[in-house]
């Protein structure tokens, strides 16, 4: 194993103060128990937004602390998920009087703690909902889940959720708003190689040099099937037809094209999938009106990549446009 880490067991305490250090006048950190907030938290009247679960996905979810997007993150161990301490305690740290909601990828452990952690918040008097987030179709239950995995799709839900959130709705409209893009999100991923987990010393999973892994998840679960390595386009069509098929998506649709590297996979193969993937689109009818490529869900140094589609409407379209600074997104601000 080769990694720029010191002790394996403070690879996350390390990448948090550093992630600090570089985006100071966005965030602030607290170290025990350790979560990530937005600088000037609690927002006042605001509907506050947590997200998190296991660290190795960077920037999900601490890259998209900021104005715009989420009001806190809380990171667990590598591909572990975050106990309800501070889950609880970020909560409490962005409540501005206006409830919070916790944005969950659907892992049972991130499932139970959130639950565990709003719970005790409710407690307190804090208004917390939750929207559990299953835009994979590669696999209905796999070995972290039951039902479908959260993955890629929960970049999008957390940017137009936030925006929801910034513009002044209400929870209940928040809520309907991520409820509604995870309704109309579908992601499909491939693996090409197996990433090495710093506590474990040793790749995931095994795949030959001729092998990749079709449907895998963001922790290296097994995906649909195994097979042998395709060219770019070919891969790409076996990722998207099931996609399109699901929601389904139809002519006319206009949609945001996401396509999202696993950690190894340079940005210039990122563009040959987008290339064919808008192609297959154009040719059903169904128009890109919105983008995004690159690494923003991770599953370590991993070489694959997802692609995720979003039907979208003119809502949530100037969602998606609002103003955002975050480490991992700004533009309009």
């Not at 997200?51 to 009001?71: N, Q, R």
């Not at 479908?148 to 929960?154: C, D, E, H, P």
Request: proline residues 5%; hydrophobic residues 45%.
């Amino acid at each position: 194993m080769k990694k720029l880490i010191n002790d394996p067991k403070n690879v996350v305490n390390e990448a948090v103060a550093g992630f600090e250090a570089a985006h100071g006048d966005i965030v602030r950190v607290s170290h025990d128990p350790i979560f990530i907030v937005r600088s000037d938290a609690p927002v006042q009247g605001k509907v506050g937004i947590v997200s998190g679960g296991g660290s190795g996905h960077e920037p999900l979810h601490g890259g998209f602390v900021g104005h715009g997007m989420l009001d806190a993150a809380v990171p667990g161990a590598v591909f572990t998920s975050p106990t309800p301490d501070p889950i609880l305690a970020a909560t409490q740290a962005v409540d501005g009087g206006a409830g919070v909601l916790h944005i969950v990828k659907n892992y049972t452990g991130d499932v139970l703690n959130f639950e565990t952690a709003a719970d005790l918040a409710s407690a307190e008097g804090i208004d917390v909902r939750a929207v559990i987030i299953n835009d994979d179709v590669a696999v209905k239950d796999s070995l972290y889940t039951a039902g479908r995995r959260g993955v890629a799709g929960t970049v999008l839900v957390e940017k137009i959720t936030g925006a929801a959130a910034e513009r002044g709705d209400d929870l209940d409209a928040v809520v309907a708003v991520a409820e509604r893009v995870n309704s109309r999100v579908r992601t499909m991923g491939v693996a090409l190689t197996p990433c090495v987990v710093p506590h474990a010393g040793e790749p995931s999973f095994v795949l030959a040099d001729d092998e990749i892994e079709i449907g895998i998840g963001i922790h290296g679960e097994p995906g649909r099937e195994r097979i042998k390595l395709e060219p770019a386009d070919a891969i790409v069509d076996r990722l998207l037809g099931p996609i399109l098929d699901d929601l389904p998506f139809v002519s006319g649709d206009e949609v945001l094209l996401f396509v999202n590297g696993m950690g190894g996979t340079p940005q210039i193969e990122l563009y040959i999938v987008f290339r064919r993937a808008a192609e297959v689109l154009k040719e059903k009818g169904i128009t890109v009106t919105r983008s995004l490529v690159g690494n923003y869900t991770t599953s370590l140094e991993m070489a694959g990549t997802s692609i995720s589609v979003l039907k979208l409407d003119d809502e949530l379209t100037a969602l998606w446009d609002a103003p955002v600074q975050t480490a991992a997104l700004r533009w309009g601000r």
